[in-house]
């Protein structure tokens, strides 16, 4: 029997406060009509006062340690995929661990932006099937509405804030993690970007001035490689593991745009019933998306024991991935 990861616990968490299209049309030059006809997205969750990322990967933490029922100093490894952490140093994986009060832990943060979750869960599997940990907690976790231009129409009604989370454990037998599959083209960075702030524009009244510690995104650009690479990237991923896509009880796609995931579900000929959808309520939440919608579909009962599950990111870098699980 090969040694697997498997997800023993999900949880997932978003802020109170609700952001609405409405609310947005008193900001900037929109409307609901526009936004949800582009998008999908009807609100989005934001962060009030001191609320940061580490406080989010808290409670979606709690939700799937209860899950799993383990505790937190049974946590060998601590996993927070993030571009909107609460400082740039220490990792917010490392506040996190106080937090929770998991002292026997390792903590780090892993960047790949919206496919950021999908590069963790990859990494988590191969340290656990490499026999390195037994035991790893990794949360995908994001504050967009800090870093998002509320002047600029075209990024900042698409994102929103959130945290979801699994715990991931040594099992022996055909259920788990079967594969993961990580892909970037460093070519195309500036299609989606947040240039201030680093070590090439460090902050700056310049860096302020010109609005460069906000995300810019060419959308239109984005969409049409988006809907192409995912297309390929699913029907890929089943072929490696011999598996048809009417076999699949549950596709788990990242969040950015409803026609894309549409356009997925149509390519593997899924009905949008056995799709994972929650940017009507939530928006863009980058690696928060997948976590979040999955611990959604494991507590509605909608994935079982043995189903098939394929979970899919597109985003930054650019950067895409996917994993197929047999739940
Ligand atoms: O999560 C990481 C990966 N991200 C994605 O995959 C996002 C991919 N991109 C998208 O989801 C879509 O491209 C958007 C939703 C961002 C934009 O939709 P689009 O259909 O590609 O619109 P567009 O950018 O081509 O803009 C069409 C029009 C423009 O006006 P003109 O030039 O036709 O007069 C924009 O100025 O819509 C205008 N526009 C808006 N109008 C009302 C842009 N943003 C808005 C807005 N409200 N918020």
């Known amino acids: 029997m090969p040694l697997r990861s498997k997800i023993t616990g999900t949880g997932s968490y978003v802020p109170g406060t609700v952001l609405t299209n409405f609310d947005l049309e008193k900001k900037v030059d929109t409307s609901d009509e526009w936004i949800t006809e582009r998008t999908g997205i009807k609100e989005r969750r934001i962060v009030k006062g001191t609320e940061a990322t580490s406080d989010l990967c808290l409670e979606a933490a709690k939700n799937a340690l209860q899950a799993a029922d383990i505790k937190p100093s049974e946590i060998d490894l601590i996993i927070v995929t993030t571009m909107s952490g609460d400082m740039p140093m220490p990792s917010t994986a490392s506040l996190l661990q106080k937090k929770l009060g998991a002292k026997n832990a390792a903590a780090f943060d892993l960047n790949a932006a919206c496919s950021g979750f999908l590069y963790g869960l990859s990494v988590a599997d191969n340290f656990i099937k490499g026999g390195t940990f037994k035991k790893v907690l990794l949360v995908g976790a994001e504050v967009m ?29 055909k259920r788990g993690i079967l594969s993961t599959h990580l892909y970037s083209d460093g070519s195309q960075w500036d299609f989606i970007c947040l240039p201030g702030g680093g070590s090439l524009n460090p902050p700056s009244s310049k860096t302020i001035k010109e609005r460069m510690h ?4 060419k959308g239109n650009e984005t969409f049409k490689v988006a809907v192409r690479t995912l297309e390929k990237l699913v029907i890929d991923t089943l072929k490696q593991n011999r598996v048809k896509s009417s076999e699949l009880a549950m596709l788990v ?6 026609r ?5 579900a149509e390519r593997l000929g899924l009905p949008m019933s056995r799709v994972a959808v929650n940017l009507d309520r939530y928006g863009n939440t980058s690696s928060a998306s997948i976590p979040i919608a999955l611990d959604e579909v494991v507590r509605e009962g909608r ?4 189903d098939y599950v394929l979970l899919e990111a597109f985003g930054a870098g650019l950067t895409w991935a996917s994993a197929l699980i047999r739940w």
């Open 145 to 173: 509405s800090r870093f998002l231009d509320w002047k600029d129409r075209s990024t900042c009604v698409l994102f929103g804030d959130g945290a979801g989370a699994v715990v991931l454990e040594a099992a022996k037998g």
């Open 303 to 306: 994935v079982k024991k043995d």
């Open 260 to 264: 894309i995931i549409k356009a997925t």
């Open 253 to 258: 796609p990242h969040q950015a745009n409803l």
């Open 214 to 217: 906000f995300v810019k995104m």
